[in-house]
Structures are given as C-alpha cells and as structure tokens.
C-alpha cells in the first residue's frame, strides 16, 4: 500500500535572506516612488503684464522664491503686454492664474487667491490750477495714463458727472509724455490709477514742479460711494491728508475717491488643497520678500463671503478660514477601508479560480468520507478480487489528495490520510485472511 508523502524543497539560508531584503527594498522603493509623487511640485502658468513692467518682476520674485522655499506648486511666468492681455489670456484658458485688476476684461471665469495691492484713482491737476472739483473739468481735456486699461473707470466718471455733456475730452497719454502735455496745455489735467507705494507717488511728485507755497491739486471723486454700489469693481476710498507731501501737507485733507483691487486669480478647476498649499506658500514668500518689495505690503486676503464681488477659490477660502486638512484627515478612510475591500477582493477571485478550476459550485465528497465508506465495504467483500478494486480506489483517493495538497488549502494533510489508509490495510489484510481460511474449510468438509 503507498504512503502519501510529500516532497519538499528547502531554500539555502543565504538564499532566503536575499530574498526578504529584496522583497523589502522593492517595498522601500514603492513607498519612496508613491511619496514622492504625492509630494511633488506643480507647476502653473500665470499670465501677467504691467504698463510699466513692475508686475512681471514682483510675480518672478515671487516664483524664485517658492521655489527657494520648496513650495508645492512652481509659477511658469508669461509676461504679456498688460493687464487687458492677461484677462484674455486667462479666460481663454491658456494660463492657470493671472495678475488682474477687479475692473479690467473678463473675470467671469476667475476665483480669487490673494489681493496684492490696491489701485487708487488719482485725479491731479497741476499747482495753481484753478479746477479744485470734477465740475470744473468743463471744457477740458483729461490726460489718461494707460488709457485703454482705464477705460471702464474713464465711462463710469462720463456717466455719474455728465462729462460729454461739459465737453470734457479724455486723451490717453504714455506717463513719460505726461510733463510735456501738462506744459504745453494739452491736457489740464492727469488721470493715474496706481498703488498708494512710494514709487509711484515719487513719479506723480516729479511731474510737477513744486515748492513749499505750490503744490498739484487733487480732485475729489465725491461721488465714490454712489459709484461703488453701482460698480462693484470699485470701492469709495479716501487718500490720506499729506500723501503726496508732509509738509505742509498735500493734500491738506483727506481726498475721497475710487479704488480697485489687483488680484491674483486662478481656475475654479484646480484642486483645493493645491491652491490652499500655495496660498500659504504665497504669504511665507511674500513675507521673506516685503523688505526688498514695500509694495507687498498690501499683500492681503480676498473678500471670502459669498457675496463677494470676485468669488474666492475654495482652496484659498480653506487657508484664510484655518480649514485645511491634513493627508492623514483626507486619506484616513481609504486607508482604513483599503485592506479590508483588498481582502475580500482576493476572497472573492481565490472562490472564483477555485470555482473554475474545478468545474463545480459544490466541494467534491471528502476523502476521509470516502475512505470511511471503504471500510464497510471491505468487511463485507466476498471475494480477493473486490479487495483489489478496493485497494484500487483507496490509491485514486491518495493519488488526489496528493495532486491537491499544493495549491488547495482544504486539502488533508499526509499524517491524517496515512492512518486511515493504514486502517483500512490492516482490514484488507485481515478480510483476506478470513476468506482465505473459509476457503480451507471447504475442501476439508466435502472429504467428510
């Protein structure tokens, strides 16, 4: 009768050892793969443009700067003429972000990031003049900086004063023309819309000569508030009493009149967490770069309520609000539940293979059982030759447990299926030899 055995192979220790650091290098190497890819820079393309050219390198230090500070998200600079090239630029979807102002091109699409400074309407004529308010501009002609940009604000001032009506003409003028049109009465007087920054108020300073009994007039907006509510790109603002001298200050009171925002603006589309890791990367690089650029001073947040004239980007909203979540707050679900479904995953293709690897929905009948079942067989076999079909059989069983035993987890172990065919060879030999002896007694009776 066999034995049901089975055939083993050992690894050298050597070998095993290879084996488990490899194994544990290729893990090493996946998990350093997946960080570094979660972890990686993104880079956006930001359309920006300024009629001066300030803008370009106020967004380029700050791009050299995260990436100094090894931000999450890297700026690819496109410079473009101005602020109406940069609007179009984005709305149109060939950059990620742009520098724009709350008054210029199309913003529908736009979600705002930061506000980086404030544009303020400054209205001046030049020291002496006789026009102190918007009703004496009758007649004249006003000079317009960057014209084309400031067209928006240039219509609203036409409509709230009825200046077509007083023949008042506006002429759009390059800034390093402004002195020579001021001089030959071209113009009477200058419209900028600029940041309150010492630069540019040391270029309004020396547009006009002055001394400590002359000084440029600056004429009031007083119809601000009324604009703001109508336009909401604009909100009333009143420029500090000596803004453009101390002393004696100019102006000698404090001016009301319109400003705007210059925003940074991206799409709605981008991911939350993203924006919210460059938002806050933005405030540290600004915050490294204030004492070289005074100008980011004004750095600030966006109107986060709903309302707000310019939508907020929800990631940004996420950094202002102090509601950013953590890898672990975002992912610790998946990572709970992903072993789990993995598990059941494997339960359900291992039933399935084991399922077409067999042919049948329902497990075959046990060997034991049918080992079992040839006990009682045996006892009552009436010949040596249904002890061999027997023998036959309980080798098939063996045979098959044998071929299972690698790859079926419910297949017996050798231990267990060599008792009982033990047993059943004892009971074989002992059938045997009760058949044989009650053939010995027949001859013996016949000759009596």
């Known amino acids: 009768m066999p034995?049901?055995?089975?055939?083993?192979?050992?690894?050298?220790?050597?070998?095993?050892?290879?084996?488990?650091?490899?194994?544990a290098t290729l893990a090493t190497a996946a998990g350093l793969i997946a960080y570094r890819w979660y972890v990686r820079p993104v880079t956006l393309s930001i359309a920006v443009g300024s009629f001066d050219g300030d803008a370009p390198k106020i967004v380029s230090a700050l791009a050299s700067r995260l990436v100094v500070n090894n931000a999450p998200v890297r700026l690819k600079v496109v410079e473009t003429s101005g602020l109406i090239e940069s609007a179009a630029t984005f709305s149109s979807g060939k950059a990620d972000l742009a520098v724009v102002r709350g008054d210029v091109g199309d913003l529908s699409q736009a979600q705002a990031i930061v506000v980086l400074a404030q544009a303020v309407a400054v209205l001046v004529a030049p020291p002496g003049s006789a026009i102190t308010d918007m009703a004496a501009l009758k007649r004249t002609t006003v000079g317009v900086v960057a014209g084309e940009t400031n067209q928006k604000?240039?219509?609203v001032l036409r409509r709230t004063y009825d200046l077509d009506r007083a023949n008042v003409a506006f002429k759009s003028v390059a800034l390093d023309q402004v002195r020579r049109a001021l001089e030959t009465k071209e113009i009477r007087a200058v419209l900028f819309v600029m940041p309150l920054s010492d630069k540019y108020l040391s270029l309004v300073r020396g547009l006009f000569p002055q001394n400590a009994k002359t000084a440029p007039v600056l004429i009031p907006i007083e119809s601000a508030g009324a604009i703001a509510e109508k336009e909401r790109a604009y909100e009333s603002f009143d420029i500090p009493k000596g803004t453009l001298r101390g002393s004696p200050p100019v102006p000698e009171d404090d001016v009301t009149t319109l400003q705007t925002a210059f925003y940074l603006v991206g799409k709605k589309s981008l991911d939350n967490d993203m924006i919210?890791?460059?938002?806050?990367?933005?405030?540290?690089?600004?915050?490294?770069?204030?004492?070289?650029?005074?100008i980011l001073a004004q750095f600030k947040a966006p109107d986060t309520d709903a309302g707000a004239y310019l939508p907020v980007h929800a990631g940004a909203a996420e950094f202002y609000n102090g509601s950013q979540v953590s890898f672990l707050d975002k992912w610790s679900n998946a990572i709970f539940l992903a072993p789990m479904a993995l598990g059941a995953l494997v339960t359900?293709?291992?039933?399935?293979?084991?399922?077409?690897?067999?042919?049948?929905?329902?497990?075959?009948?046990?060997?034991?059982?049918?080992?079992?079942?040839?006990?009682?067989?045996?006892?009552?076999?009436?010949s040596a030759s249904e002890l061999l079909e027997i023998e036959d059989q309980i080798d098939n069983v063996l045979r098959a447990?044998?071929?299972?035993?690698?790859?079926?987890?419910?297949?017996?172990?050798?231990?267990?299926?060599?008792?009982?065919?033990?047993?059943?060879?004892?009971?074989i030999h002992d059938r045997r030899a009760a058949l044989a002896a009650a053939g010995s007694e027949a001859p013996q009776k016949a000759k009596s």
């Open 3 to 23: 034995r049901l055995g089975k055939e083993t192979i050992k690894l050298p220790i050597w070998l095993r050892i290879v084996v488990i650091v490899g194994l």
């Open 153 to 155: 604000l240039v219509d």
């Open 348 to 382: 359900v293709v291992a039933a399935a293979w084991r399922f077409l690897r067999s042919g049948e929905l329902k497990p075959t009948r046990p060997a034991l059982d049918t080992l079992y079942a040839l006990g009682q067989r045996i006892r009552h076999a009436g």
């Open 276 to 294: 919210a890791g460059f938002t806050q990367a933005l405030a540290t690089a600004r915050r490294d770069l204030l004492a070289e650029l005074p």
């Open 401 to 427: 447990q044998r071929a299972r035993a690698d790859d079926d987890e419910q297949a017996l172990d050798a231990a267990t299926l060599n008792v009982a065919a033990h047993r059943l060879e004892n009971l």
